[in-house]
């Protein structure tokens, strides 16, 4: 009935992550005959006596590795945007793999007792087949869930991403452990986990699309912040001006070309407020054909728009480092979603990778003087103009 039980909720498990569940259900089914929980489940009595080929020592040891680099990888913007998509094939496959191993283990002899040992391996491969099915619709799923927070917070400036990511750490390595105690509980809580996502995705779809208004000329349906409709063109009357984080907000816009500028910094469409999809500052419009930067005055009007804020951010963040350690966090978001973001959002995931870590290098090592008097106040006016000089420069290489 474990078996069973896992082969049902592994979806749930392998949602997140790859490596960390078949890491600890390894684990489990080598050393769960010791454990004091664990002893007690007919599965793991004599499972870790003679090892098969999920529970070996080298398998184990392999796992624990990629779990760790898994863990690591997640937590960086970077190297999860480009992951994203061979992650999801490794926890389908990961989640298959796990499962044809763990069948073995405790339904064998069961098996055994009514078919034959080729119908055994056929019947694990099917339920294994089902299973990796299963994780791709859920991780397929979560992941258009994050890559919508994703374009909203692009930076994460609210930490909504990174709790997540650490709560689905978190699940990842204990929910293996409770599954095999509590089979029943942990099924139930992976489907309300899957629901949680279901219902997020939704409201968060729903409401994104209740802002839209109707295009008084054509009648085409447009975000309240555009500026032209996508399909005829037409000047909008009143289009609503952006937050912080993109969206439209009920205020009208008493400047234009500012919020042409605004909202191609929010990585939209400068003409009907399209989220655009590539990290690239030579691309089009998907919805209206329009060219972004097509012109060098607006290429020079938007490093304009993102140099008079160094004026504006250097007072607040100077402020913010004579803070010991309290302070150094708030400071950075600040001048990374002012002078950072706007143009990380038009650099290639590989060159942003290169970035952020020549970056954050150096970064790292003033956040260690942060902390001495008066020496501390100037980290973090560095570290802002060390980054904005670093990605501006690659913005602009973009061009040549």
Same mark, same amino acid.
Not at 18 to 32: D, I, N, S
Not at 108 to 123: D, H, L
Not at 287 to 303: N, V
Not at 307 to 317: E, S
């Given at each position: ?46 499972? /870790? ?15 624990? $590795? ?9 937590? =960086? ?15 389908? /496959? ?21 078919? =034959? ?25 979560? =992941? ?57 995705? *939704? ?39 952006? /937050? ?44 209206? /054909? ?10 020079? *009007? ?72 008066? $020496? #501390? #106040? ?11 000089? $670093? ?10």
């Amino acid at each position: 009935m474990n078996s069973l039980f896992y082969a049902i909720g592994a979806p749930g498990l392998f949602m997140s992550r790859a490596f960390v569940p078949a890491f600890c259900t390894a684990l489990c089914l080598r050393f769960g005959s010791s454990l004091p929980f664990l002893k007690q489940i007919p599965l793991f009595q004599g499972a /870790g006596v003679a090892p098969s080929w999920f529970t070996s020592s080298w398998v184990i040891g392999l796992l624990g $590795v990629l779990a760790f680099i898994e863990i690591v990888a997640t937590k =960086n913007s970077g190297f999860s945007e480009v992951m994203d998509g061979i992650h999801k094939y490794g926890r389908v /496959g990961m989640a298959a793999v796990s499962t044809f191993g763990i069948l073995p283990a405790g339904d064998a002899r069961f098996v055994e007792q009514t078919f =034959n040992i080729s119908q055994t391996i056929m019947v694990d491969a099917v339920i294994s087949a089902v299973v990796a099915t299963l994780v791709w619709f859920s991780a397929t799923l979560r =992941n258009a869930t994050m890559n919508f927070l994703y374009e909203i917070d692009e930076e994460d400036d609210l930490g909504i991403q990174s709790f997540i990511s650490w709560l689905e750490d978190g699940w990842s390595f204990l929910a293996v452990f409770l599954f095999f105690i509590y089979p029943l509980l942990v099924t139930i809580l992976v489907f309300i986990i899957i629901g949680f996502f279901l219902i997020l995705r *939704a409201y968060l779809r729903h409401k994104e699309e209740k802002r839209k208004v109707f295009c008084t000329n054509c009648g085409t349906s447009i975000y309240s912040s555009a500026l032209d409709c996508p399909s005829c063109k037409i000047n909008v009357l009143d289009p609503k001006d952006i /937050g912080i984080f993109g969206t439209a907000i009920e205020n009208s816009i008493t400047d234009r070309s500012l919020h042409a500028l605004r909202l191609t910094e929010k990585h939209r469409c400068p003409s009907c407020a399209t989220r655009l999809k590539k990290r690239s500052v030579r691309q089009t419009c998907d919805a209206c /054909g329009h060219s972004i930067f097509k012109t060098i005055e607006i290429r020079q *009007a938007y490093l304009k728009l993102i140099k008079d804020r160094l004026y504006t951010t250097i007072p607040v963040i100077t402020a913010l480092s004579f803070i010991p350690i309290v302070g150094i966090i708030p400071g950075i978001i600040f001048y990374r979603f002012r002078l950072v973001t706007p143009f990380k959002a038009y650099i290639p995931a590989r060159q942003g990778i290169v970035l952020k870590v020549f970056t954050k290098t150096i970064s790292l090592f003033l956040m260690g003087l942060q902390v001495v008097p008066v $020496v #501390g #106040g100037a980290t973090l006016p560095i570290m802002a103009i060390l980054n904005y000089k $670093v990605y501006r420069r690659y913005f602009i290489k973009q061009f040549k």
